[in-house]
């Protein structure tokens, strides 16, 4: 189950965002993007189970990170459907 990450820090690498994640539960993939709002990054982590999934967004939804001025947003990330394909 993978959830979203929005206003990551201008910073962090994919290193620092499983070290972070994996503290929830077992990462499975990640990736991190440029480009986001007030010189943030944005990503997702992909857990083996919902509840990592569940845990993760509870504990990192509007979390403070160290020296950086934007609150963490955490969602549930649920891809849009592609007509004839089931999702895995």
Not at 24 to 49: H, M, P, Q
Not at 51 to 79: F, G, K, N
Request: proline letters at 5%; hydrophobic letters at 40%.
């Amino acid at each position: 189950m993978r959830i979203g990450l929005a206003n990551l820090p201008s910073d962090m690498d994919e290193a620092e965002l499983k070290d972070t994640a994996a503290a929830y539960g077992k990462v499975l993939d990640l990736r991190i993007f440029s480009g986001g709002a007030n010189n943030s990054k944005r990503g997702w982590v992909e857990y083996g189970t919902m509840r990592e999934a569940e845990y993760a967004v509870s504990e990192l939804d509007d979390r403070s990170m160290a020296e950086w001025h934007l609150l963490l947003r955490a969602y549930i990330d649920t891809p849009p459907q592609v007509p004839g394909r089931e999702r895995r």
